[in-house]
């Protein structure tokens, strides 16, 4: 019986030696049962033809599932997943459903791993890749020479008008005289102004007081301060070009012309040097209109009826390859009108910068864009002298698109610069822009200027906008 129990008892030792043996030899699973691991997701039939397999990334410890941005062409509706997952897991649905109508770029929802009784869920993310359009406003490069950077002719009223066209800055100035400011110069903080030969221009309550650049030309206006007063225009072929009188007009043989023209000049000259310039008389009830052909010949003057809440602080600039105008005032709202003045749309004062004055509208990197500068006319203004920038590209014409605008929730500017300065009663403002393509022709680089009595210029560029990386 001893020797019995003795044997049992060896058999037990060396049943659990081999049992010990056995766990060294075949290590244990690191997936448990019932798990339900993530290891690996994909979709399966991205793309136009639906055949682009595209990985997911896994963030376990948020349990976000995030995919690279995926072609607008895709079906959407029906994504297939592909997971690799612990053993005896299954993806509740293999086939989730993320459309989206065209102005979201993404969806959520949520993927559940299920093995047996236990489950695990993940949000999972699907992107589409939109192309993108327009400026980067994030990414400004300011010229400023306004506020404590102040261009010194800008003071006591005597500087009222301003120009850019992207190779040079016109200064109308009282102070010294009218010159130029290569801009090449200016983004080095070099101030070299080419002083205009004024051989020739005299006349008028001043000789020279509004003007523009328009295809490299220079175009400056006189201040006609009463009808006895003769309104001239004055054009330069190059900067160092002698002064050509292109009109000289007597307002008084003009019937139904305003007392005083030559506070606000709107230059609206095409590519091949035709158009119209437009003067609004200083107490805001008449306009006279310019015909322009070759650059410098000037037709016979007509009148138009301009309106009491424009002032003597406003324009009307033509929208570029239309034939359609824009037009405001201090107080007059921006409004989409005709060459003569006809309104077609008004946009709401509300909705815009106070005193909004100045307005261009254009299309840049296929968005369409309103600049204007906030005037701050009168010592009781509440505009703060600002250059801003609005986005009006939904809608397929530009008066749906001022529609849509006001009848939106977001109002809020793609971007402002302010200028600064004090309210004044000659509160003039001017803007201009430029476009720079690339050797291949498309839109590169987005160039605004505001320029306002007594608070300076300004010059901004802005690139065009870049798909974020994934």
């Not at 570029?320 to 037009?327: I, L």
Request: with cysteine; charged share 25%; proline share 4%.
């Amino acid at each position: 019986m001893y020797k019995l129990i003795r044997n049992i008892g060896f058999l037990a030792v060396l049943l659990g030696l081999g049992l010990v043996s056995c766990d060294e030899d075949y290590p244990k699973s690191h997936i448990a049962p019932y798990d339900t691991e993530l290891l690996s997701i994909k979709i399966t039939n991205a793309g136009a033809d639906g055949n682009t397999v595209v990985e997911g990334t896994i963030d376990e410890d948020n349990k976000i599932i995030n995919f690279p941005r995926l072609d607008m062409t895709t079906n959407f509706s029906a994504l297939n997943l592909d997971a690799k997952l612990s053993d005896g897991a299954t993806l509740q649905n293999s086939v989730l459903d993320f459309s989206m109508d065209e102005e979201t770029a993404s969806k959520t929802l949520v993927l559940r791993i299920v093995n047996q009784k236990r489950y695990k869920e993940y949000f999972i993310r699907v992107r589409k890749r939109i192309p993108v359009y327009g400026a980067d406003f994030e990414k400004p490069t300011v010229y400023d020479f306004s506020g404590d950077n102040i261009y010194p002719d800008y003071g006591s009223l005597l500087t009222r008008c301003a120009s850019y066209d992207g190779e040079h800055v016109l200064i109308v100035s009282r102070k010294t005289a009218p010159h130029l400011l290569k801009v090449s110069e200016l983004k080095k903080g070099e101030i070299k102004p080419i002083m205009l030969d004024l051989t020739g221009v005299t006349g008028g309550t001043y000789s020279y007081n509004m003007g523009a650049l328009t295809n490299g030309h220079v175009y400056i206006a006189s201040l006609s301060g009463s009808q006895a007063s003769p309104l001239k225009i004055y054009y330069w072929d190059t900067p160092t070009s002698k002064p050509e009188v292109i009109a000289d007009i007597k307002v008084s043989d003009i019937p139904g012309a305003g007392n005083r023209h030559g506070d606000n000049i709107s230059v609206n000259i095409d590519k091949n040097g035709n158009g119209f310039i437009f003067f609004g008389d200083n107490a805001s009830t008449k306009f006279l209109r310019l015909t322009v052909s070759n650059h410098k010949t000037i037709g016979e003057p007509k009148v138009l009826t301009s309106s009491a809440d424009a002032t003597m602080v406003t324009n009307v600039y033509r929208i570029e390859d239309t034939d359609q105008y824009v037009w405001s005032g201090v107080r007059l709202p921006v409004t989409l009108v005709d060459e003569s003045l006809g309104s077609k749309y008004a946009m709401n004062k509300s909705n815009l910068e106070t005193e909004a004055v100045a307005p261009r509208i254009f299309t840049f990197n296929e968005e369409r864009y309103l600049i204007v500068c906030s005037a701050g006319q009168g010592s009781a203004t509440k505009a703060t002298p600002s250059l801003v920038v609005y986005n009006l590209t939904k809608g397929s014409t530009v008066a749906e698109a001022m529609q849509k605008f006001d009848e939106g929730d977001n109002h809020n500017p793609d971007y402002k610069f302010i200028l600064g300065g004090s309210g004044n009663g000659a509160a003039l403002a001017q803007t201009d822009y430029l476009i720079e393509k690339d050797e291949n022709g498309k839109d590169a680089k987005l160039c605004i200027f505001g320029s306002r009595t007594d608070s300076g210029f300004v010059i901004c560029e802005f690139p065009i906008k870049q798909e974020e990386e994934d």
